[in-house]
């Protein structure tokens, strides 16, 4: 099963993708995890990222494709694989689809989990004001202003990718604003589990 989690930050990805690895035994895979391991690893693809992060400059979407291209040929990513963080673009989206064309390969599931980003907002600031009145230090994800530039960062390179999909017949789209036991199991009966 290779599946791909769309949806703005706070949306629920990370905690559906978590029940998914261990429903399904399949793999997450985090871009920035996937890039940290091969330069570490000092794989070919590994070191022109590490040219490139020394350098300053961001790692070109060929590096990174490349570097998903080696990771799902691992052994763990037999049985399939989450994107996590990627395609973060159109651009990408067509790399990542034509690289798995070249492996004989193609996703199974593009879900998209459809939130209403006022509430996420809210919800955030809610959070971040119980972790303060609690004493306890407020998470940099949970900084309202932290939020807010990540949100009007996926609304203005990612939510682009969604329409990709959606043209290609690819896309489920989920409420991703309901209890997560219910959107667990709408996303079971898309993938057929």
């Known amino acids: 099963m290779r599946l791909i989690l769309l949806g703005p930050p706070g949306a629920g ?3 559906q993708a ?30 022109q990222a590490k040219a490139v992060m020394e350098s300053g400059g961001l790692v070109s979407d060929e590096i990174v494709v490349g570097i998903i291209r080696d990771r799902i040929a691992e052994p763990d990513a037999a049985k399939g694989f989450i994107l996590d963080g990627f395609p973060r673009t159109v651009k990408q989206a067509e790399a990542l689809d034509t690289m798995l064309a070249e ?18 907002v809210g919800r955030i600031i809610k959070r ?12 940099k994800d949970d900084d309202p202003d932290v939020f807010k530039t990540r949100l009007e960062a996926y609304n203005r390179d990612t939510a682009a990718v969604t ?31």
Not at 110 to 115: G, W
Not at 128 to 139: F, I, L, S
Not at 178 to 185: F, L
């Open 18 to 47: 978590q029940r998914l690895v261990t429903r399904y035994g399949i793999v997450q895979l985090s871009t920035g995890d996937m890039l940290r391991a091969a330069v570490a690893a000092g794989t070919p693809v590994g070191l």
């Open 103 to 120: 492996q004989k390969l193609k996703l199974d599931a593009v879900i998209e989990l459809k939130v209403d980003q006022n509430a996420l």
């Open 128 to 139: 971040a004001d119980e972790a303060k009145a609690a004493g306890q230090p407020v998470r």
């Open 13 to 15: 990805k990370g905690t």
């Open 163 to 193: 329409p990709f999909y959606a043209a290609k017949g690819q896309l489920t789209v989920i409420d991703g604003m309901q209890p997560i036991e219910a959107v667990a199991a709408a996303m079971d009966k898309v993938l057929g589990g």
